[in-house]
């Protein structure tokens, strides 16, 4: 039974994830009193691309058309092991811990680059180092984000983290996860490419993720883009579920209603985030590009100050 | 009333400066003297009285002393300034401004040495620097203007590691009243670190080595009446605080800590002064190395002690001589720098007599009372250290010596005036009286030495 | 009362970063006038805790508010706008150490308070979150130290005393009364002198470049 719920888990990630890239487009083209696209668009996207053929660079090597799979397996995997529609570890949970799956969400950016770099274009060098430049800087802010979360809860399992946010309100309340949470959320502008890291316009002065994905086409974009809905479908969720709202979330032995319930629920919190984004991205204008470097250096400020506040009060 | 007598001098110079404002033409300067020659009195006055000790003033020797050096330099300073003021081609406000902060500052500074809260003796020292910030930037140059805010910040700086010490020293004892502290104290090592924090806090107002920089350019580029209250009195009560602070707790880290820095700071203050080739310059470094003299004299106690007390009045009234007289010179000859200045004697012959003779007294030459000062000083270092600083300290003194008599000669005897038609008239007297003083001191010693009967304690 | 007032602490600790990252001058004022409130508020809390001798710590705060809070970002907002047309558009040209190194180097300015602090007072005073002032004057003296522009070095100042009122209230049972308020006046002569001296340096410097310093060499 439990390892029909990680099914659903998978399945959830991977049909839903476009869904909220969506919803973000469309509220942020309402809010600039223009109609918008329909909130489906990325799956008509998706089916258009699955549709036309691929072309691969003369130069490149084989792992210029794996690469996009690598990464959808990565995200696979990972959805397996967060805390998504459970707050009680499913069968795979245990495959990896907190700070592992930072890790993997390192290793899948890894292979982006690679995959990237390989196929000798331009903007795909321009993309990659950009990238490269701000990961390196932002993902130990992740790996000490997670540690700090595990001095909540003295282990380093997501699912306990949830369960001691929720029952406890003077962990909820402190100082720490005050400090955690906004350092994750700047994190998490930076990772899912929001305003004021990143816009989704097509000038290369600032593309630092979009330009990577220049010299894909047809079917190998298509998984490249769904795993990038993924990734944003992840990270999002794991800042509701385990930073912010831990609430509702359904514990050991609920029944499969409960669990479909709850995944209505989880879609209304995504957008309730998906809102904020969308707001922010229509007021705030966009960091100049060395500008970036401050905005991680006051996320590593607001992380660090969460161990010392935890040491004051202790 | 008679218990509110020792305001009296307070008051003077605070009226004095409230009357200044007034739009009344030429007010300023009659009313500006008046207010010094009565806060003079009134300190005459005071000398006679006994000492008081209550909860709100402490009014010992020391402090009598002091006041007695705040009240001469201020007259000398106003007298001087009615003249010195049409020669600042540039000023940065009017005259009437000038006159209300000088007495604004003689206020600030005999509220200082004559309250018994140490907090109040901090705001009282907080508020020199805010009425002396604007006189140092009289002339409107932008190197001055500079100076002055290098002032005002390392000074500010520095008082606020004061105010951190006197939070420590009322929490670690629950009282900030001088004569209760000294009969009581705790032992902690909380109040310790205030001790040392205030040390090092005053010391930077006071020039004290490693906190010493704003000192040079301050007396280089402020207005010579500014420069030689500075080094009068201001330096003197900001040393006066740590003497208190000595005083309450006098524990032999305490000791150490002070005589070390007192030893550095007359150590850097000669050593640069053998590299200076601006004169106002080099009597801002004397004047350092001679509060290194008074903080070792505060720090050794008994007749160390009355050697610094000696040295504050005696050096106050030759330094302030000595600044005074190179505020002629620069009114003259145009341009700070020693290579400039030829022929002193030639041309001006009062000057260059008198600034030759106060160079002498400044830097410890026999018959003036640093000389007297600085010998009970190494007389009571020998006593309680070791013969071998004390000879340091006498390689230092007489590095000093040598370079800033070496230059104010070559300045006042060799070469040929420039012939320009500029001369300066008056005024000359002023210096020439305060040097003589200084040279009078060493026949009050005895009467000084009874002053302080109760810290020197023989 | 512990807990609120580490609230508070880093709550100035994350606005004085904030400091360390803006380089337009009105937005530090603006910044400064808000972590004089939070003095204010702590001040009152504190006065709430202690029924006895309340009412000097009301007024204080009061004191802080109004001084602090309105009256010195008023007397700086008009010193900027008396000396530039635009001034809105005045900033720290050249910082010596750029946005991101002054807000590693707060940091371990930080580290290294609490350090200190851990090691020295603490077994005296016994209160675990008195690291905090301490943090904040370091914080504040590398505002000055790594500024070039007055006005800014004048608001690291200013901060620094708000570090040691915390100290005061928090750590230990407070300065009297006449010492706070007396420090509150000075305050206030100050940064009317100081905003006098600043208008006539910024002004130099605009008009002849920076400060030619052979001068006040040696």
Known sequence: MLYLYSLLEILYVLLLAPLIAGIQNSLEEKFESKRGPSIFQPYYDLWKLFQKESLVPEVSSPLFRRGPYFVLMFYIFLSMILPIITAYPLPFAPAADFVGGGLFFGAAAAIKKFSAIDSRSNYAHLGTSRTASIGALSEPIIVLIFIMLGVLSNTNNPFVINSVLRSSPTWYYSLLHGFVTVAFFLILIIETGQLPVESHTNGEFGMIDQSMPFEYTGRDLAIYKWSAYMKSFLLMSVFLNVFIVPFWVPGEGSGFLQIVLYMCIHLVKLSMLVLLFALINTTVSKFRLYKNFDFIAAAFALAFLASLAYYVSS | MQENIHLLPLLCSFTGALLCLLPVRSFDKIISVIASLAAFGSVIFLLTKENIVTDTYYIDGLSKLLLLTIALLYLATVLYSLAYLKHILNPLFKNKLYYFLLNLFATSMFFSVSMDNIGLIWVGIEATTVTSALLVATENDQVTVESAWRYVIIVSTGLVISLIATTFIYGASGTLSMHELMLHHPNNRVFLLGILLGLIGFGTKAGIFPMHTWLPDVHGKAPAPVSAIFSGVLLPVALYAMARLIQIHNLPVVKIFCVTLGILTVGVAALMMTVQNNYKRMFAYSSMENMGMVLIGFALGKYGLLGSVVIIISHGLAKSSAFYLTGNILSVYHSTALHDVHGVLKKMPATGFTIFLASMAVTGAPPFAVFAGELFILKEFVHQYNWWLALLIICFLAIAFIAVNVRTGRMVFSGNPPDNNRVFRSETWVPVINLILSALVILLIPYIEKLLANLIGS | ?218
């Open chain 3, 1 to 218: 009362m512990e807990q609120i007032f580490q609230i508070l602490g880093f709550f100035l600790i994350v606005l004085t970063l904030l400091m360390q990252w803006e380089i337009y001058v009105n937005r530090v004022i603006l910044l400064f006038s808000i972590s004089s409130f939070i003095v204010a508020l702590f001040l009152v809390l504190l006065g709430t805790s202690k029924p006895g001798e309340g009412t000097l710590l009301f007024v204080l705060a009061g004191l802080t508010v109004f001084t602090r809070g309105l009256i010195i970002p008023i007397i700086m907002n008009r010193a900027l706008h008396s000396l530039y047309k635009k001034p809105w558009r005045v900033r720290e040209d050249k910082p010596a150490m750029g946005v991101g190194g002054s807000i590693l180097v707060s940091l371990a300015l930080i580290l290294g308070g609490y350090f200190i602090y851990q090691n020295s007072l603490y077994e005296v005073l016994k209160i675990k979150s008195g690291s905090v002032p301490f943090a904040l004057f370091l914080q504040a003296s590398l505002l000055i130290i790594s500024r070039k522009n007055a006005y800014i070095q004048m608001m690291g100042f200013l901060v620094m005393e708000n570090a040691v009122v915390m100290l005061s209230g928090w750590v230990f049972s407070g300065l009297p009364f006449i010492v706070e308020a007396g420090a509150i006046l000075d305050l206030l002569g100050l940064v009317v002198v100081s905003s006098l001296i600043i208008r006539v340096r910024e002004g130099a410097i605009m008009q002849e470049g920076d400060i030619y310093e052979k001068e006040l060499r040696g």
